[in-house]
C-alpha cells in the first residue's frame, strides 16, 4: 500500500519561507509524477506546482518565481519550497503521486498558515 505523508507545514510572517516535504513509500516514486496542491477554505483544490519522472516542472501562475519543486528518487521524496509568502499562500498542500489511472494517490495534506 503506497502512503504519502506531508510535512514541514506551519505559521510563517509575510514574506517568510517554508519547505514542504512528500515522503512516499513504495516501488514507484522514481516512475511517478509529483504535484504540489492546495485548498483554501472555500474554494477548490488547485494545482500549485509539479515535476514529471524526468524532471520536468510546471507551476501555478501565482507562484512562479516564488515557489520551486524537488524530487530525491534516492530518497522517496518531494520537496516544495515556498519563498516570499503572500497571506493568499494560506491552504492546506497536499502531495500526490501519479503514476497511471490506477496509481494515484494523495497524502493527508499540511497546514500552512502566513500571517500579514
Known amino acids: 500500500q503506497v502512503q504519502l505523508v506531508e510535512s514541514g507545514g506551519g505559521l510563517v510572517q509575510a514574506g517568510g519561507s517554508l519547505r514542504l516535504s512528500c515522503a512516499a513509500s513504495?516501488?514507484?516514486?522514481?516512475?511517478?509524477?509529483m504535484g504540489w496542491y492546495r485548498q483554501a477554505p472555500g474554494k477548490q483544490r488547485e494545482l500549485v506546482a509539479a515535476i514529471t519522472s524526468g524532471g520536468s516542472t510546471n507551476y501555478a501562475d501565482s507562484v512562479k518565481g516564488r515557489f520551486t519543486i524537488s524530487r530525491h528518487n534516492a530518497k522517496n521524496t518531494a520537496s516544495l519550497q515556498m519563498n516570499s509568502l503572500k497571506p493568499e499562500d494560506t491552504a492546506v498542500y497536499y502531495c500526490r503521486m501519479t503514476r497511471s489511472l490506477w496509481h494515484d494517490y494523495w497524502g493527508q495534506g499540511t497546514q500552512v498558515t502566513v500571517s500579514s
Open positions: 513504495g516501488t514507484i516514486f522514481s516512475s511517478s509524477a
